[in-house]
């Protein structure tokens, strides 16, 4: 019934930037936080950032002024604007997002399968 695609990613260089995008499809009644999740080898899956449904939006720390997260309530989608990227943000990211169904009366958190971010020079 919930559909979400994942797209982004890919090898840059330190201080570049990339965007990651994923959609939230289905018999979708409410959208609500959507966020972004990454997880380095060896390493717990950490909240990168995450944005309500009203647009209030909390970032780690380590990524303070220079990811960026955003969302396109009509189209159900979520944004993740990386810029200054490091070595030490080498992960796979993960989107994620609480969504409520149409006739159900639950919602369900739905996770993409994940892009590999890799910053190198």
């Known amino acids: 019934q919930v559909q979400l695609v994942e797209s982004g990613g890919g090898l840059v260089q330190p201080g570049g930037s990339l965007r990651l995008s994923c959609v939230v499809s289905?018999?979708?009644?409410?959208?609500?936080?959507m966020g972004w999740y990454r997880q380095a080898p060896g390493k717990e899956r950490e909240l990168v950032a995450s944005?309500?449904?009203?647009?209030?939006?909390n970032y780690a720390d380590s990524v303070k002024g220079r990811f960026t997260i955003s969302r396109d309530n009509a189209k159900n989608t979520v944004y993740l604007q990386m810029n200054i990227l490091k070595p030490e943000d080498t992960a796979v990211y993960y989107c994620?997002?609480?969504?409520?169904?149409?006739?159900?009366?639950?919602?369900?958190?739905?996770w993409g399968q994940g892009t590999l971010v890799t910053v190198s020079s």
């Open positions: 994620n997002s609480n969504t409520l169904l149409v006739g159900l009366f639950r919602s369900l958190e739905v």
């Open positions: 289905g018999r979708i009644f409410k959208v609500n936080t």
């Open positions: 944005i309500t449904s009203g647009g209030n939006t």
